[in-house]
C-alpha cells in the first residue's frame, strides 16, 4: 500500500505538474476543441494516461519502486510496454501533452511538448542511461542492445 501512495504522489506532483497543470494554464483563454476535434484530443489524452498509467503499475509491481530517481525500481523493467521502448513513461508524458494541444487548439503548447521531449532526451541520455548501466550492468547493456530508446527495433507483433 506504501508503494501505491508513493507512486501517486510522485505521479500527481511531478509528471502532473508537467503534463497537466502547466498544459492547463497555458491553454486557459484558448479556444476548445469541438466536435472530432475534441473527441480526437481526448483520445490522445487517454492513450497518453494510460501508457503512463501502465508504466507505473509496471514499476510498482514488478520493479518494487516508483519513477522517483530516489525510490526507482530495484530492478530493471523489462516487460509491457518497456519490452518494446525503454522509455514508455517519457513518450506518455508527452503523449497527454500533444492532447492537450488539440484539446486547446494551441501552438504553444505544441512547442511545449516538443521542449519536453528535448528535455526527456537530455535526462536519459546524461543521467538515466550511465546510471542504470552502473546499477544493473549487463543486463540493461544487454536491454539496451535488444530495445530501442524512443522508438521499437521490431515489429510490435514479434516479441521485440
Not at 37 to 49: F, N, Q
Amino acid at each position: 500500500m506504501a508503494l501505491l501512495i508513493k507512486n501517486l504522489l510522485f505521479t500527481f506532483v511531478v509528471p502532473g505538474t508537467v503534463a497537466v497543470y502547466v498544459p492547463l494554464f497555458i491553454g486557459r483563454g484558448h479556444p476548445r476543441a469541438s466536435g472530432l476535434a475534441l473527441a480526437g484530443a481526448l483520445v490522445i489524452l487517454a492513450l497518453g494516461s494510460s501508457i503512463y498509467a501502465w508504466c507505473v503499475w509496471d514499476f510498482a509491481v514488478f520493479g518494487r519502486g516508483t519513477p522517483a530517481p530516489i525510490d526507482a525500481p530495484k530492478r530493471l523493467v523489462m516487460r509491457g510496454l518497456y519490452r518494446y521502448t525503454r522509455n514508455p513513461m517519457y513518450l506518455g508524458v508527452v503523449t497527454v501533452i500533444l492532447g492537450w494541444a488539440a484539446f486547446f487548439e494551441s501552438g504553444v503548447l505544441l512547442l511545449y511538448a516538443v521542449a519536453v521531449f528535448a528535455g526527456f532526451q537530455l535526462t536519459v541520455v546524461l543521467y538515466e542511461e550511465p546510471h542504470l548501466l552502473r546499477e544493473f550492468g549487463r543486463e540493461y547493456e544487454n536491454y539496451r542492445d535488444r530495445v530501442g530508446r524512443w522508438l521499437p527495433r521490431e515489429r510490435l507483433g514479434r516479441g521485440a
